[in-house]
């Protein structure tokens, strides 16, 4: 498959983003040590050292009830202002679920968090696939294809909203009438109001994105598969005289060498919990197969796939940080703009990523615009001190509380 590429895509660099570990576990289900917290003050300095690092985006993920060997979790909304609170250039995207929020009571949310933030607040929409999650809310349950039908109506109110005054629309689910929200979102050159980025594998999903969404974010996927799911939004946003960006999950286990990375990633798969992996195998697995054509997301997804639950093992962001560049160059030739990231050990990872693999990146992303007849645009780039080793490991160090498995039973 042969997907169009916009030039664009070649003389803008890439940005990058992190998944905030807001839930509590990591972000393997796997009992191997992850020097990670879900508090807050950990991921407080996680912030500031993302983006000192040259990460542009956090991710909040969003979360009601325990699931895949996380029973502890912050809620998005309110995490995010802390995030961006605590930092002063970072982006910080908060995921919401339509059925559970109203995107009127979103819109007010998200520009109060704009204007607290200076311009730096945006969200992820999330269609959702744990049934438990509506049912024992006393929420409806909507079969797969459905759901993407609401969260279309949702995102086109939520825009209206953002931009216009008297917005109206007229929906199956979500119906408006001249409606003003007062202020608008902050001002800022080349951003008609806050990011909107929204996910999924399915052909559904596919088409929503391509129609209402400003950013497609992708679970990780091989190379062949992402050019497919890029394709199928593509074919959608160009029948609708738009023109998405596209975003690609991936864990990323940077190391020495490729076989002292690959050591690690069989070390979290053999320690995998394999109970918690199983129970979430089945939740998601049975959500995929929903879909018309069986092309959901984890429909194809091994067991080894789900110990990072959104399939980041597949990206294969794994071995030396010039094999892992090469590899980040591979997908943004496929039309990949934004990486999100995640990491066994966060703050110490972030920091080495910033300081190894990015500046290997961004030389190789300056070959790749010379060779499409272009150049990168350098500008774009974000100036950042950068983080040490150092730094890094005392930022760790200082917010992991007490009883943290990385801390307890650690002798002198």
Partial sequence: MTTTVPASTFETPLKF??????????????????RTDWQLPYNS????????????YALTQTRYAASYGADKQHEASAFSLALLGATERLKVIAAFHPGMWHPGVLAKWLITADHLSGGRAAVNIVSGWLKDEFVKFG??????????????????ALRGLLTENGYSQD????????????????????????????????????????????????????????????????????????????????????????????????????KAHRPAVEGFRQSVQEAGASTKDGKGM????????????NDGFKTQLIGTSEEIADRIIEYKKVGVNLLLTCYLHFTEETAA????????????????????????????????????????????????????????????
């Avoid at 929420?139 to 086109?156: A, K």
């Avoid at 890029?230 to 999950?249: C, I, T």
């Avoid at 984890?298 to 639950?309: K, T």
């Fill in 17 to 34: 983003a992190y998944w905030v570990p807001n839930v509590s576990g990591g972000l393997v289900v796997s009992t191997i040590e992850q």
């Fill in 45 to 56: 300095r996680l912030a500031q050292v993302a983006e000192n690092s040259g990460f542009e």
């Fill in 139 to 156: 929420l409806p349950w909507l079969e797969h294809d459905e759901r993407y039908v609401r969260t279309e109506e949702f995102i086109s």
């Fill in 171 to 270: 929906g199956t689910y979500y119906s408006i009438d001249d409606f003003t929200l007062s202020p608008k979102p902050v001002d800022v050159p080349g951003r008609p109001h806050p990011e909107i980025f929204f996910g999924g594998n399915s052909t559904a999903a596919q088409g929503t994105a391509g129609r209402v969404a400003d950013w497609y974010f992708s679970n990780g996927r091989t190379l062949e598969g992402y050019e497919e799911n890029v394709a199928g939004v593509l074919a959608s946003a160009q029948e609708a005289g738009r023109a998405p960006k596209f975003g690609l999950n991936g864990f990323v286990i940077a190391r020495e060498s490729r076989k002292e990375a690959e050591e690690t990633l069989r070390e979290i798969v053999a």
């Fill in 298 to 309: 984890w429909a194809g997804s091994s067991f080894e796939d789900l110990v990072q639950y």
């Fill in 353 to 412: 990523f910033g300081r190894d693999v990015l500046p290997i990146v961004r030389e190789k992303e300056k070959d790749l615009a010379r060779a499409r007849g272009t150049e990168l645009n350098t500008d774009l780039i974000p100036v950042v001190p950068g983080v040490s080793a150092e730094e890094a490991a005392a930022a760790t160090a200082e917010t992991l509380p007490e009883d943290h498995p990385s801390k307890v039973g650690v002798s002198a």
